[in-house]
C-alpha cells in the first residue's frame, strides 16, 4: 500500500504540480500586452506574444492546479500509513504546500485572468513572472525537504 501511494504522490507531483510550475513561468511570456502607438504609427507587438498560447497556459494553469490538490492529499494519506505525522519535515512541507496553494488561488491565477482581459504595458506581468517564481520555489522547497526529510524518525 504504502508503494503504490508514494508512486502516486510523485507521479501527481511530476505531471501536475510540475505542469502548473511550468505554466505559470511561460505565461508571462505569451500574455498579452498593450501596444502604445508612436508618434510615427502603431507601434510593433512583440512576436512571441500569443493569446492563444496565453489562454492555453492559463486553463493549464488553473486545471492543473486544482487537480494537483491530489498531491498533498495523497501526500498525508500516505504519512497517516507511515506513522510519520508527527515528523517537523511533514508539518514544514505542508506549511509550504499550503502557501503555494494561496499564492496560485489568489495571487498568480487572478492576475492571469486579468492579463487576458486587460492587457496594460507589461508591468502585471512582471509581477506575475516574480510571483511564479515564488511558487515554484516554494515547490523547490517542498521537494528538498522530501529528499533530506529532517528530522525525520528513522
Known amino acids: 500500500m504504502e508503494g503504490l501511494l508514494l508512486s502516486l504522490h510523485v507521479l501527481a507531483g511530476i505531471v501536475f504540480v510540475g ?7 511561460l505565461f508571462p511570456r505569451y500574455a498579452p500586452v498593450a501596444v502604445a502607438v508612436a508618434a510615427g504609427g502603431p507601434a510593433e507587438a512583440p512576436t512571441e506574444r500569443n493569446p492563444a498560447v496565453a489562454v492555453m497556459l492559463h486553463r493549464i494553469t488553473r486545471v492543473y492546479g486544482l487537480i494537483g490538490i491530489a498531491v498533498p492529499v495523497i501526500g498525508i494519506v500516505l504519512a497517516v500509513v507511515q506513522g510519520r505525522m508527527g515528523e517537523i519535515w511533514i508539518n514544514i512541507s505542508m506549511v509550504l504546500t499550503l502557501a503555494a496553494g494561496l499564492v496560485l488561488a489568489l495571487l498568480i491565477l487572478p492576475r492571469q485572468r486579468l492579463a487576458l482581459t486587460e492587457p496594460d504595458d507589461g508591468r502585471r ?16 522547497a517542498v521537494v528538498v525537504l522530501m529528499i533530506v526529510r529532517p528530522g525525520a524518525y528513522h
Do not use: D, E, K, P
Open 19 to 25: 505542469g502548473s510550475a511550468v505554466a505559470t513561468s
Open 125 to 140: 506581468l512582471r509581477m506575475l513572472g516574480m510571483l511564479s517564481g515564488i511558487y515554484n520555489l516554494l515547490w523547490a
